[in-house]
């Protein structure tokens, strides 16, 4: 009986084919390597994951050097100015 359930879940968590193309389309609109290229080039679903996997590591790359950044500069201003108030609700 739960073999039963667990594949009508499953059919259940699928999605169609429309609404993949509608998703991969959204994808492919904040991609700025994909978006600059001409509608009528085609652009495999797969090169998308591709390159929002991409796009979301390089992303997280610079929050991480911009924190860097931010507590260098927090390390060089007085600890209870403005300034520091500042860097510390943008590292928050």
């Not at 929050?63 to 507590?71: A, C, E, G, I, T």
Request: charged share 35%; proline share 2%.
């Amino acid at each position: 009986m739960s073999n039963r359930r667990s594949r009508q879940s499953s059919r259940a968590s699928r999605i169609s084919d429309d609404q993949m193309i509608d998703l991969v389309g959204k994808l492919r609109q904040f991609l700025p390597e994909i978006r600059e290229r001409r509608r009528s080039e085609k652009v495999s679903a797969s090169k998308v994951l591709q390159e929002t996997c991409n796009y979301i590591r390089n992303l997280h790359r610079e929050v991480d050097n911009l924190s860097d950044r931010l507590s260098q500069l927090l390390d060089s201003v007085d600890e209870d100015s403005p300034e520091a108030a500042v860097i510390r609700s943008l590292l928050m």
